[in-house]
């Protein structure tokens, strides 16, 4: 958005006029499109403070950035930065809406499944122990609390502690964090990697974990998302995060089990008739994989 005026660039200062003046008339549609636990107005705050601290997303188109305010509001996360919820990052003429890894805490706690979620990373003088038997974990982490430098980080992990009592715990290596992760992310070298390693390496574990687990919907849209901007799969324009298919939150996740040298999950049985639904399915309002023609059937029950 670097406009003309009379030969002269427009000011940072009369561009975000600009871009206040243009939310603020968009502000019906953001409105129709939050959660009622969701403030528009805040949002619409939330998004011009973004562009006042990160002056890169004035230069963004408007639609782009209009996209990525959207899609926080459909998810209900704030991406003021603060909360470690959502960001909104400028990368290539456009603004892009990246979910943090508290957001994943958030959308994963929101389900009747997930009690919490503990992601932390493991340095090199931290007393760290992990293996896995046939019958049983071992799995130990007590942080170095001396006074030197506690050391690069070696690992990362998330713990899963299900409403049903039992647990789980995913544990990454950073070597394979960064060759399976890192990588492939286009801001690498200068970054959330760069400037936010440990939240980033949480943030990867929590996306391999939730792998395994029942989601609703629109987490199992933005694990899948994130799972393809991970590996370097190139998203199209249009609201992927929101509107991306069962089957393809499937193949992206065969995908990451590919990458990471782990067999894929077998494909989940159909909650309406019980077979396994195959790479044609879709999510009814819980998240539970169906099969289209099970949920019609089920919807013409309950009229």
């Given at each position: 958005?670097?406009?003309?005026?009379?030969?002269?660039?427009?000011?940072?200062?009369?561009?975000?006029?600009?871009?206040?003046?243009?939310?603020?008339?968009?502000?019906?549609?953001?409105?129709?499109?939050?959660?009622?636990?969701?403030?528009?107005?805040?949002?619409?705050?939330?998004?011009?403070?973004?562009?006042?601290?990160?002056?890169?997303?004035?230069?963004?188109?408007?639609?782009?950035?209009?996209?990525?305010?959207?899609?926080?509001?459909?998810?209900?996360?704030?991406?003021?930065?603060?909360?470690?919820?959502?960001?909104?990052?400028?990368?290539?003429?456009?603004?892009?809406?990246?979910?943090?890894?508290?957001?994943?805490?958030?959308?994963?706690?929101?389900?009747?499944?997930?009690?919490?979620?503990?992601?932390?990373?493991?340095?090199?003088?931290?007393?760290?122990?992990?293996?896995?038997?046939?019958?049983?974990?071992?799995?130990?982490?007590?942080?170095?609390?001396?006074?030197?430098?506690?050391?690069?980080?070696?690992?990362?992990?998330?713990?899963?502690?299900?409403?049903?009592?039992?647990?789980?715990?995913?544990?990454?290596?950073?070597?394979?964090?960064?060759?399976?992760?890192?990588?492939?992310?286009?801001?690498?070298?200068?970054?959330?990697?760069?400037?936010?390693?440990?939240?980033?390496?949480?943030?990867?574990?929590?996306?391999?974990?939730?792998?395994?687990?029942?989601?609703?919907?629109?987490?199992?849209?933005?694990?899948?998302?994130?799972?393809?901007?991970?590996?370097?799969?190139?998203?199209?324009?249009?609201?992927?995060?929101?509107?991306?298919?069962?089957?393809?939150?499937?193949?992206?996740?065969?995908?990451?089990?590919?990458?990471?040298?782990?067999?894929?999950?077998?494909?989940?049985?159909?909650?309406?008739?019980?077979?396994?639904?195959?790479?044609?399915?879709?999510?009814?309002?819980q998240g539970r994989p169906i099969h289209e023609d099970c949920l019609n059937v089920l919807?013409?029950?309950?009229?």
């Open positions: 958005m670097n406009e003309a005026k009379s030969g002269q660039l427009v000011p940072a200062v009369e561009r975000r006029v600009t871009v206040r003046q243009w939310f603020e008339a968009q502000k019906n549609e953001v409105a129709r499109a939050v959660p009622k636990h969701i403030d528009p107005e805040r949002l619409i705050r939330v998004g011009l403070t973004a562009c006042v601290q990160n002056p890169n997303l004035l230069q963004c188109s408007r639609e782009s950035l209009m996209q990525a305010i959207m899609q926080s509001a459909q998810l209900g996360l704030m991406p003021d930065g603060l909360l470690g919820q959502a960001y909104l990052i400028p990368y290539g003429g456009k603004a892009q809406f990246q979910v943090g890894y508290q957001g994943l805490i958030e959308l994963a706690t929101r389900t009747d499944r997930v009690a919490a979620i503990i992601p932390d990373v493991v340095h090199q003088r931290d007393k760290f122990e992990w293996w896995r038997e046939v019958d049983k974990d071992h799995f130990l982490h007590a942080a170095y609390d001396g006074e030197e430098d506690p050391g690069p980080i070696t690992h990362g992990y998330c713990i899963i502690r299900r409403k049903d009592g039992t647990a789980s715990v995913t544990v990454l290596s950073i070597r394979k964090i960064e060759r399976e992760h890192m990588a492939h992310s286009k801001a690498k070298d200068s970054g959330p990697w760069k400037t936010h390693k440990d939240a980033m390496v949480k943030k990867t574990c929590i996306l391999v974990a939730l792998k395994y687990e029942p989601k609703s919907t629109e987490l199992a849209r933005v694990v899948a998302t994130e799972e393809l901007v991970a590996h370097g799969i190139e998203l199209p324009d249009a609201d992927p995060a929101i509107d991306t298919p069962a089957v393809v939150v499937k193949a992206a996740l065969d995908v990451a089990a590919e990458r990471l040298g782990e067999p894929a999950p077998p494909p989940p049985d159909c909650y309406g008739c019980g077979k396994p639904v195959g790479s044609t399915f879709i999510s009814d309002e919807k013409r029950a309950k009229k």
